[in-house]
C-alpha cells in the first residue's frame, strides 16, 4: 500500500507538472500578459495548495518543481513542448484511474491493456500485421491520394527532416507508449473504435496534410481493432513502433514518407 501511494503521488506530480505546463502555454498565447500570468498564478497556487492539502508539503514542493522543470524545458529545448503533450498523453489515464478512481496499479494495468500474457507472440502479431496488411493498405491508399492530388508527403518529409534528430528516434521509442496507452488503453473502450481512430487522426492534422490525416485515422483504426482482437496494448505499441521507425527512415532514406 506504502508503494502504491508513493507512485501515485509520484504520477499525481508529474501530471500535474506537464498539463499545467500545457495550459500555460495555451492561456499565453490566447491572453493578455497580465491576465494570462494573474490566471496562471491563481491556478498553480490554488491547485500547489490543495496537492498540499492532501498529500503534505513533500508532495506539494514536488509539484512546484516539476512544474518549473516543465516550463524550463518547454522554454529553453527546441520542440520539447510536443514531448510534453505526449508525456501527458501517456501519465493522463494513470491519473484518471489512480487519483481520481482510486484503483490500484494492477487493476490500472489491466484495464489500459498492459498485460504479460503471450508477450512475445503479441509483440510478433503486431510487427506481422503491420509488415503484412496495415502496410500494404496504406501502400495503396497513398497511391489513391496522389491520384487525387491530395498528396503532401514532400512537405512533411521536409517538416520531419528539419526535426532534430533525438525527435525523429523518440517517434518510434516514446511515441508508440504515450499514444497507444492514452488513445486505444484509455479512449477506445470509453468512445469507441470510428471515434477515437478519429481522435488520433485529429492530433496528426499538425502537419496540416489530408494525406497525413488519412492514413493516421488508418493506421489508428488498424491499431484500435489489434487492441480489441488480442484484448493487450503490447502489439499495437509494437505495431506503432514498427509503423513510426518505417515511416521516418523512409523520410531519411528516399525524401518521403511511405
Given at each position: ?14 501530471s500535474f507538472g ?11 498565447a490566447n491572453l ?227
Amino acid at each position: 500500500m506504502q508503494k502504491e501511494r508513493v507512485l501515485r503521488i509520484l504520477i499525481l506530480i508529474l501530471s500535474f507538472g506537464s498539463l499545467s505546463t500545457i495550459a500555460s502555454l495555451i492561456i499565453t498565447a490566447n491572453l493578455p500578459l497580465i491576465v494570462s500570468v494573474a490566471t496562471i498564478f491563481i491556478l498553480f497556487t490554488s491547485l500547489v495548495a490543495e496537492i498540499t492539502r492532501r498529500y503534505g508539503n513533500t508532495a506539494g514542493l514536488g509539484a512546484a518543481v516539476s512544474y518549473l522543470l516543465f516550463i524550463a524545458l518547454a522554454e529553453y529545448v527546441p520542440y520539447a513542448s510536443s514531448f510534453i503533450i505526449q508525456f501527458s498523453l501517456l501519465v493522463f489515464p494513470f491519473l484518471w484511474s489512480m487519483e481520481f478512481r482510486k484503483a490500484s496499479l494492477g487493476k490500472t494495468l489491466n484495464s489500459l491493456g498492459i498485460k504479460r500474457d503471450n508477450f512475445w507472440w503479441n509483440v510478433a502479431f503486431g510487427l506481422l500485421v503491420t509488415l503484412f496488411i496495415l502496410y500494404p493498405i496504406i501502400f495503396i491508399e497513398k497511391i489513391a491520394i496522389i491520384h487525387f492530388g491530395f498528396d503532401t508527403a514532400g512537405e512533411v518529409a521536409k517538416m520531419v527532416k528539419s526535426l532534430p534528430l533525438y525527435f525523429a528516434i523518440l517517434t518510434f521509442i516514446f511515441t508508440p507508449f504515450a499514444e497507444e496507452i492514452f488513445f486505444r488503453g484509455f479512449l477506445l473502450d470509453k468512445i469507441g473504435i470510428l471515434l477515437s481512430s478519429l481522435l488520433f487522426a485529429l492530433a496528426h492534422y499538425s502537419y496540416n496534410s489530408p494525406a497525413e490525416f488519412a492514413v493516421a485515422f488508418t493506421a489508428g483504426f488498424a491499431f484500435a481493432i489489434m487492441r480489441k482482437r488480442r484484448g493487450s496494448l503490447v502489439p499495437t505499441i509494437a505495431a506503432h513502433a514498427l509503423f513510426n521507425f518505417i515511416t521516418v527512415a523512409a523520410v531519411y532514406a528516399f525524401g518521403a514518407s511511405l
